[in-house]
């Protein structure tokens, strides 16, 4: 890495800034050897609930399983069906397969990249109907149709109020898949308040890989509830289905978070709210002086409604390869979150979907491009990627479209 290069995240800078606190972690946990559960596991779980305006939290072992106990606890059975979108990191459709169910997708705001509530109404009115006993079934699988997913993609919720209002009026589970969104927020007017990811559906899962906004060190994951029974069931179903050692009530996974990390998250959710209003500096500076600079690049679109937590800033542009080589040579690292769409992928061939299903899901996968974006970068790292890719496309050979103006 050059010294004057700017990586797409930095994950070195926030732990040289915090490493005594951290090995200090280290040292208590080698010196009681807690390894698994305990106090420091507890200690966590509580903080992170108390953060995310939840109830409950219950450490798991990464983002994936939180995902899948939390659809298993909420009673998410296997051959039913489960709503989500095309647009998301594979997690969330392998966890609606790990817990034996079908996923369904429908297509996302072209503005947001999040869970568009008129596909899923859609959905709902043309490609379900009510079996005559009450149950919502797919017209074309005859699945039970018993829960809905929406991502908040890139860090900012999806839009809730309808999308939970609908779930009511079939009858769905909201799953929330926070996996990107910790202390991100979404103004219900039907409630007259904030909400907090991790605070609005059934359940939600976190993860907590390195690279999210809250990491730890190696793998771990949460799923947060405000209903005491599904708490109840992820804590069993994480630990083998016990509650009491060697007394399996039913069977469960080996899907706990280990003390270590635990205790080293602790340590940096400390920080969560501070890092997370620094990347919403970021984002508010990459807009402007987009606009400054008279770029065609379309800043994120955040609605009034939201207050995200940019642990993505993306942007759109034509001819993606060459702008990414363009910026690489400046040493400008960015990424794809995603490239493919689920239900084009390989692993998905059997699922019943073509090419041109989700077309917005499509175009945007085609375009998006992630620029460098976490806590730490610094305001003239943020100027050369502006003026870098100003650069790039006033170029001539690139002409920058947005789908989303
Ligand atoms: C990271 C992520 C997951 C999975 O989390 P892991 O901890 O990597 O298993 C699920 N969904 C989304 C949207 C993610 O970004």
């Not at 698994?36 to 609930?49: D, K, N, R, S, Y």
């Not at 769905?172 to 927020?185: K, Y």
């Not at 937590?309 to 759109?316: A, F, K, T, W």
Request: charged share 20%.
């Amino acid at each position: 890495m050059a010294n004057n290069s700017i990586p797409f995240l930095d994950l070195i800078t926030p732990h040289k800034q915090l490493e005594d606190e951290l090995v200090s972690v280290c040292q208590t946990v080698f010196r009681t050897s807690g390894f698994i559960g305990g106090p420091m596991v507890e200690q966590f779980e509580l903080e992170f609930a108390q953060f995310c305006g939840a109830k409950h939290a219950i450490g798991v072992s990464n983002g994936t399983d939180a995902l899948m106990l939390a659809l298993t606890a909420a009673g998410i059975k296997p051959g039913e069906a489960v709503i989500t979108v095309p647009n998301t990191f594979i997690a969330t459709v392998e966890a609606i397969s790990h817990a034996g169910a079908a996923a369904k997708f429908v297509d996302v705001d072209p503005r947001t990249y999040n869970m568009d509530p008129e596909k899923l109404r859609e959905f709902l009115e043309t490609k379900c109907v009510s079996d005559g006993t009450g149950r919502l079934v797919t017209r074309d699988d005859h699945r039970q149709v018993t829960a809905v997913i929406p991502v908040h993609l890139y860090g900012q919720m999806a839009d809730m109020d309808p999308i939970c209002a609908l779930a009511a009026k079939y009858g769905l589970i909201v799953i929330e898949d926070a996996c990107q969104a910790h202390g991100a927020e979404y103004y219900s007017n039907k409630q007259g308040k904030w909400l907090k990811a991790g605070s609005v559906g059934t359940a939600a899962a976190f993860s907590f890989y390195p690279g999210k906004n809250l990491g730890a060190c190696g793998e771990g994951g949460a799923v947060t509830t405000n209903d005491p029974n599904v708490a109840a069931t992820v804590k069993m179903l994480r630990d083998h289905g016990q509650a009491k050692k060697y007394y399996h009530d039913i069977e469960g996974y080996n899907g706990r978070l280990d003390a270590l990390q635990a205790g080293l998250l602790a340590v940096k959710l400390k920080h969560l709210e501070r890092w997370n209003e620094q990347r919403r500096t970021h984002a508010k500076t990459y807009n402007q002086s987009f606009v400054s600079a008279g770029s065609s690049i379309v800043p994120p679109y955040e609605p009034t409604w939201s207050k995200a937590v940019y642990h993505l800033y993306v942007v759109e542009v034509d001819d993606r390869e060459a702008v990414q080589r363009f910026l690489g040579e400046r040493n400008v690292g960015t990424g794809i979150h995603y490239p493919i769409p689920l239900h084009l992928q390989k692993a998905y061939a059997a699922l019943p979907y073509k090419k041109g299903d989700f077309p917005v899901a499509e175009v945007a996968a085609a375009k998006i491009l992630s620029l460098p974006m976490f806590p730490q970068l610094m305001p003239e790292q943020l100027d050369r990627v502006v003026e870098a890719l100003t650069e790039c496309l006033q170029s001539g050979a690139y002409a920058a479209a947005s789908t989303r103006g």
